[in-house]
């Protein structure tokens, strides 16, 4: 029996929600996208399965934007306090959830697993001694372990598209 659990939130705390399980993988991304949307350096998204993800309170708001590939992103946001707590990329549909690790009460649990996007990397940030990075993206199969591979194989076997419209 998994015992696992994390909890987090936006800053109203209007919108609370669980972790059951440990991510599938937390992804550091560098992109300029990613810049641009957190209004950081970098975003930390800890890819999960939805339904291991439970909602204590609040509903959040999906709002479509843009993304790098043309698909899009359907952002999940607190309507009162506008945080972003996950996303959703058209690739795994609703499936998949890209929790923002910032959200949650004890963020240090959940350290960067892989550095992406590097060459896009802010000058001024320096990755640890020995971090996994790339200067874009990777080969799935090189990087997650083969527990977290076989998470992915079984949510991409029920994915379905995210829905075009947000909100």
Request: include cysteine; proline fraction near 7%; hydrophobic fraction near 35%.
């Amino acid at each position: 029996m998994n015992t696992f659990n994390a909890e987090g939130g936006c800053t109203c705390r209007a919108i609370r929600y669980r972790l059951t399980d440990t991510a599938m993988i937390v992804h550091c991304c560098h992109c300029y996208w990613c810049q641009r949307e957190t209004g950081s350096a970098f975003a930390l998204n800890a890819m999960i399965e939805s339904e291991r993800v439970q909602l204590l309170c609040g509903e959040p708001e999906y709002v479509l934007t843009p993304s790098n590939s043309g698909k899009g992103q359907r952002i999940a946001r607190c309507p009162r306090c506008r945080v972003a707590v996950w996303s959703h990329y058209d690739g795994l549909g609703d499936a998949v959830r890209f929790l923002r690790v910032g959200t949650l009460d004890e963020p240090g649990r959940f350290p960067p697993d892989v550095h992406i996007y590097t060459e896009s990397k802010q000058p001024w940030v320096v990755l640890p001694q020995g971090a996994r990075a790339f200067p874009q993206y990777y080969r799935s199969g090189e990087v997650w372990s083969a527990a977290s591979l076989a998470r992915r194989a079984a949510v991409i076997g029920r994915a379905t598209p995210s829905a075009p419209s947000a909100g």
